[in-house]
C-alpha cells in the first residue's frame, strides 16, 4: 500500500500545469489555464486548470480532480500505475506500507526485451509472403498493421536466439517469450502464429498474442502471467484506441485481436479485447473512466452468451449512474470481423446504437425461463435477482432497477428491499448538537468555497458545528479529516482524499465556484464574514423558537439563555 503520507507529499511537488500539459497544450486565462476539455467534444474551452490550487475543473461535463485524477481519466490508468507514472516522471521512489499482498518490481530491461521480441516478429513479417498473404486476405492494410505492431513468428522451435544476446538469459522465461522444459531445454513459446504485441496505457509492450494462420489449437495463444502482464487488467487496443475512445465517448469490447484489427480497419477505432479471460471488474473500471458507453459485442452463440453474462455480473459493482453499459449480440454466423466486412461500418454502428442495455438483459435473462403467473415463478424471481440487485452501487440505476424487479414479482419496492435487507438511503450528517443551528444554503456553499481555497480553514470551525443538507456534511468530514491529518494540508490533498466519497459532487461544485473568485481574492475575510452571518443566523432562530413557547413556559435555564439572546441582538 502506498503511504497517504507519501501522496499528499507527491501532490505537493508536482505542478499539475505540466501534468497535463504532456497530454493537451493550455493557454493562459487570467489566474488560470484553460483548453478544450479531453472529456467531451466541445467548441469553446471550458476545461480549467488552476495552478495555485492544483485542480481541474471542466465547467461543460464536470469533470474534476487532481494531477493523479486526471492522469488516471486520460489515460486509463489505475490508481496505483497513476501515481507510479507521476512519480517516476519527477525522479521520486514510491514507498511501500507492510502489506501482506507481495510487491513485484520490474526492472527496465524486461521492457526492453519485449521491445526486441517486437521488432525481430514485424521484421520476420516483412520476409514471409504466407503471412502477408493471411493478413491481406483478411482485409488488413499494411498501415494498420504497422499501427498495432503485427509481425510474425516463424515455425522454428529457436526463432528468438537470433534476436537476443543471449537465449540462456532467464529474463526470456519471465517474460513468457520462451518455454524451459525438461533438462533445461529451452523453445520459443510463439511459432508459425501473426503476433499482436498487447501494449500498456504508456506505450510498453508488455506481452503477446499469437494466432494461428490455419486451422490448429490453440487458435489464439497469448502470453502467461508475467512481472508486465496481468490479464484481467489489460486490454487488447486500448494503448491505440485511446483517441478515438475519447472523441466518440463510447467503446466496444470484442472477444479477439482479429475483431479490434479489423474494426480499425474499417474506421472503427474505439475497439478492444480482453485477452484469453473473462471481463473483469477492473476492465469496466478502466472504460467507464474513458467513455460515458461501453458495448459488450460478443458472438451469439453459447459461449459469447456466458462471456456476456459473466460481463454484467463483473459490471454491476461498477456501474455509474448517467453511464450508459450495453450488448450487442451478432448472429451466430457472424463476429465483428466478419459483419463490419460483409455489412460494413455504418451498419456495424447502427447495431451499436441498438444495443441492448444493462437493465434490459438482466431482465431479460432473469425472466427468460420463469413463469410470472405463478406464485413459485415470482419467489423465483425474486432469489435470483438479489445477488444482482445487491451487487449495484450506483443509487439510481439500483433504485429503478430494484422498482422494475418489484414490479415484475408483484411486490412493492420496500417489501423488496425489506427481504434484502437493504436499508433505505438517508442523508449523511453529523449527530446535532446541543443547540438547534439554522443556516442558509449560500451562507454553507460560501464556507466550503472557502475551505476549498484554503482547507487549513476548517480548524476555526467551532468543535460543535452543525450544518445541513450536502454542503453542512461535506463541511464536516472536511473539518473531521483535517484533524486528523498533517499540519499542512494542500487543496489537491484534500480533493484527492475525498474522491469516489459521497461529498465528491459538493467539494467538485466548490471547485468551479472559487475559478471565478480568483488568486487575489481574501478569503480569510470571506470565512470570518460567513461564520459570522452564520452565528447570527443561529441565534436568530433560537430566539425565535423559544419566544414562540412564551415565556411562561420556559425553565430557568432557558428564560436565561432568552435574555442573553434578546441582549446580543
Not at 84 to 104: C, F, K, M, T, Y
Not at 547 to 556: D, K, M
Request: include cysteine; glycine fraction near 8%; hydrophobic fraction near 40%.
Amino acid at each position: 500500500m502506498i503511504p497517504k503520507s507519501f501522496i499528499q507529499d507527491l501532490l505537493n511537488r508536482l505542478d499539475i500545469v505540466d501534468v497535463i500539459e504532456r497530454y493537451l497544450p493550455l493557454k493562459k486565462a487570467g489566474a488560470n489555464f484553460v483548453a478544450c476539455c479531453p472529456f467531451h467534444n466541445e467548441k469553446s474551452p471550458s476545461f480549467t486548470v488552476s495552478q495555485s490550487k492544483q485542480f481541474y475543473h471542466c465547467f461543460g461535463c464536470g469533470a474534476h480532480g487532481t494531477a493523479i485524477g486526471f492522469v488516471m481519466e486520460h489515460a486509463g490508468m489505475g490508481y496505483v500505475e497513476a501515481v507510479e507514472d507521476l512519480a517516476r516522471n519527477i525522479g521520486v521512489a514510491v514507498p511501500q506500507e507492510a502489506s501482506n499482498v507481495p510487491q513485484h518490481k520490474v526492472a527496465p530491461d524486461l521492457y526492453d526485451l519485449m521491445q526486441t521480441a517486437t521488432r525481430y516478429y514485424r521484421d520476420q513479417l516483412k520476409q514471409s509472403q504466407r503471412a502477408i498473404e493471411y493478413l491481406k486476405k483478411r482485409g488488413l492494410s499494411g498501415e494498420v498493421a504497422a499501427r498495432f505492431g503485427i509481425g510474425y513468428a516463424p515455425d522454428a522451435w529457436q526463432n528468438l536466439i537470433s534476436a537476443v544476446t543471449n537465449y540462456q538469459d532467464p529474463s526470456l522465461v519471465e517474460t513468457g517469450l520462451v518455454v524451459e522444459g525438461e533438462g533445461d531445454k529451452r523453445y520459443d513459446r510463439f511459432r508459425d502464429r501473426i503476433m499482436f504485441p498487447i501494449v500498456n496505457v504508456r506505450g510498453q509492450v508488455i506481452g503477446f498474442g499469437g494466432r494461428v494462420l490455419d486451422k490448429g489449437e490453440p487458435k489464439y495463444l497469448n502470453s502467461p502471467e508475467t512481472p508486465l502482464f496481468e490479464k484481467g487488467h489489460e486490454l487488447y487496443g486500448l494503448f491505440q484506441a485511446q483517441k478515438s475512445i475519447r472523441a466518440q465517448q463510447r467503446v466496444v469490447v470484442v472477444e479477439g485481436y482479429m475483431d479490434v484489427v479489423a474494426l480499425a480497419q474499417h474506421g472503427v477505432e474505439y475497439a478492444v479485447a480482453t485477452l484469453g479471460t473473462a471481463t473483469t471488474p477492473f476492465h469496466v473500471q478502466k472504460l467507464l473512466r474513458l467513455s460515458e458507453q461501453v458495448v459488450f459485442c460478443f458472438d451469439g452463440d453459447k459461449a459469447g452468451q456466458k462471456a456476456a453474462w459473466r460481463a454484467l455480473e463483473n459490471s454491476l459493482p461498477q456501474l455509474v449512474d448517467g453511464k450508459r453499459i450495453g450488448f450487442l449480440f451478432l448472429p451466430e454466423e457472424h463476429d465483428p470481423d466478419t459483419y463490419i466486412r460483409e455489412f460494413g461500418t455504418e451498419a456495424f454502428e447502427s447495431e451499436l446504437d441498438n444495443s441492448l442495455p444493462l437493465s434490459g438483459y438482466l431482465l431479460r435473462e432473469l425472466t427468460s425461463q420463469i413463469d410470472l403467473h405463478t406464485q413459485e415463478g415470482r419467489s423465483a424471481l425474486l432469489q435470483k435477482a438479489q445477488p444482482l440487485l445487491t451487487a449495484i452501487t450506483a443509487p439510481t440505476t439500483a433504485l429503478l432497477l430494484r422498482k422494475e424487479v418489484a414490479t415484475l414479482a408483484g411486490v412493492t419496492q420496500a417489501e423488496l428491499e425489506a427481504l434484502y435487507v437493504i436499508k433505505p438511503i438517508a442523508p449523511m450528517q453529523r449527530a446535532a448538537p446541543l443547540k438547534a443551528k439554522r443556516s442558509t444554503p449560500s451562507g454553507l456553499r460560501t464556507l466550503l468555497r472557502c475551505l476549498v481555497m484554503l482547507p487549513e480553514l476548517a480548524r476555526e470551525l467551532p468543535s460543535d458545528w452543525h450544518g445541513e443538507g450536502t454542503e453542512g456534511a461535506a463541511i464536516a468530514a472536511l473539518a473531521d479529516w483535517l484533524r486528523e491529518s498533517a499540519d499542512e494540508t494542500s487543496t489537491a490533498a484534500m480533493i484527492q482524499h475525498f474522491q469516489g466519497t459521497a461529498y465528491e459532487g459538493a467539494l467538485a461544485q466548490a471547485q468551479g465556484d472559487v475559478l471565478q473568485w480568483g488568486d487575489d481574492f481574501n478569503v480569510e475575510a470571506e470565512f470570518a464574514g460567513t461564520i459570522a452571518k452564520l452565528h447570527a443566523e443561529s441565534r436568530k432562530a433560537e430566539l425565535e423558537v423559544l419566544h414562540a413557547r412564551g415565556l411562561n413556559s420556559l425553565n430557568e435555564q432557558e428564560r436565561a439563555r432568552y435574555l442573553q439572546l434578546v441582549q446580543r441582538g
